[in-house]
């Protein structure tokens, strides 16, 4: 017989340990499945400089927010692990470490949930989904073309340049991750290629505060996915902007003055012969022209609002980009490349669950992580709620509306 539960939590990240929190607190029967460990997108998906692009005061699980003395700095990946673990040992909860669920279908009887697992079947009346955003590496197809001489990796398997073999590194995706990683490479001494994308540039400060500060008073983060004018834009980049070394806003045009050959957008490769497209100062219009929108965004908010504000500083107007060659053609052993690393994000996968509850995309249709099959939920996806529901500064208030809904069953 399987074994029968009240809840199953699918995911161990800070979704799936966030509704726990509140279910222990609601006495519910639980278990959370996790095929890995506890937060394993924390522990082995990310650099070994990284951190956080968002404050330390925006760390806010359930029962366990950031309470060290620099509210304003950033977490490294080691520091959130430490998070993690700590509140693990907060309130012990009831975690399966090491099984996978494999499905999530409909009892015959038409109530409540098979859940498939790699250990073994279960049964519950209620099923929640927090298997995380960030699931699969996203890589082109056309990356199996290229030459064996170059190894290639994904920005989630990236750890520091002295990982890598000598010569010139090409880091395709100029969003948060490839722009990060292009820095720490060529601080390193490493020549660095960028095959930038059209994502825009946050200033890290302005007038004053962090562009998160500002963004936060601004009501910018509680707007929900109804406010969007497209669905589409649930998947628009986040900009490139960095919390190393204290935080600082990463330029492009810095990164041109710096000696990093900028390039457009990879469009295909073979052997060791990779195809751009020629939009590379289109993107840097993008990033320059995010910077001035949100600042201009800010502005307006201060004198709205008559809150008090440093006057804006002129900041230095960077154009190095611009005038960079246009190249649309790059022969990777000419110039000497011996490392790809695929900055281009993630793939979300939610198959195992067999309900109709998915949109063209194949993004769950929920409102605020309840669908349409009673007691089946989605919990801390990217934009499942607010641009903050895949934050640590939203999943309490998701967790706690899900929590919610599940008692009131
Ligand atoms: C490069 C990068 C930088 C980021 N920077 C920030 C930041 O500065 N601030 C911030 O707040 N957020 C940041 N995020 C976002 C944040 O990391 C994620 O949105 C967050 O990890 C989501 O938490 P989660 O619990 O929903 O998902 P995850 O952390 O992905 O957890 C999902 C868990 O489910 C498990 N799992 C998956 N499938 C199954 C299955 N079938 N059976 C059992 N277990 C399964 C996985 O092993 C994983 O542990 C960043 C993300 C990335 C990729």
């Known amino acids: ?15 799936g340990l966030s509704l726990s929190y509140y279910l222990t607190q609601q006495g519910r029967t639980h278990i959370v499945l996790e095929k890995d460990r506890p937060g394993e997108a924390w522990r082995s998906k990310k650099w070994d400089s990284f ?22 700095g950033f977490l490294t990946r080691d520091q959130v692990v430490g998070y993690i673990d700590d509140y693990v040992a907060l309130f012990d909860p009831p975690l399966r470490l090491g099984v996978e669920a494999t499905f999530v279908e409909g009892k015959a ?37 290229i030459t064996p001489d170059v190894i290639q990796l994904h920005s989630s398997r990236y750890r520091n340049p002295e990982r890598l073999p000598s010569g010139a590194v090409l880091v395709v995706g100029s969003g948060q991750s490839g722009a990060q990683i292009t820095e720490e490479l060529y601080q390193s001494g490493k020549q660095v290629y960028l095959s930038t994308s059209g994502v825009g540039r946050a200033p890290r400060r302005y007038r004053g505060k962090d562009f998160a500060w500002w963004l936060d008073k601004i009501g910018f983060v509680d707007q929900t996915v109804d406010d969007l004018e497209s669905p589409a834009e649930r998947f628009d980049p986040n900009p490139h902007v960095t919390g190393k070394n204290g935080g600082h806003t990463l330029n492009l045009h810095q990164f041109a003055l710096d000696g990093v050959t900028l390039l457009g957008r990879m469009e295909g490769a073979t052997g060791s012969h990779v195809r751009l497209v020629d939009n590379l100062m289109q993107n840097l219009r993008t990033g320059d022209k995010a910077a001035t929108e949100m600042k201009k965004g800010i502005d307006k908010f201060i004198e709205k609002s008559g809150i008090e504000a440093p006057e804006p500083k002129d900041e230095p107007q960077l154009r190095a980009g611009y005038e960079a060659r246009v190249i649309t ?12 690393i695929w900055a281009t994000g993630y793939s979300f996968d939610y198959s195992l669950v067999k309900f109709p509850v998915f949109d063209k995309f194949g993004y769950p249709v929920q409102k605020r992580g ?9 919990l801390g996806l990217h934009w499942l709620h607010t641009i903050k529901s895949g934050l640590f500064l939203g999943i309490a208030d998701d967790a706690a509306h899900v929590a919610a809904h599940i008692d009131a069953r």
């Open 329 to 340: 053609e790059l022969d990777l052993e000419a110039a000497g490349v011996r490392t790809i």
């Open 51 to 72: 951190t956080l692009v968002t404050p330390n005061w925006q760390f806010q699980l359930p029962g366990l927010a950031y309470d060290g003395d620099d509210p304003h």
């Open 109 to 145: 009887s038409g109530r409540g949930f098979t859940i498939g697992t790699d250990a073994g079947s279960l049964e519950a009346s209620n099923v929640v989904i927090a298997t995380g955003t960030f699931q699969r590496p996203r890589i082109p197809i056309f990356s199996q073309g």
């Open 1 to 15: 017989m399987p074994e029968r539960l009240d809840t199953v939590v699918i995911g161990g990240g800070q979704a």
């Open 370 to 378: 309840v669908t349409a099959q009673p007691g089946l939920y989605f």
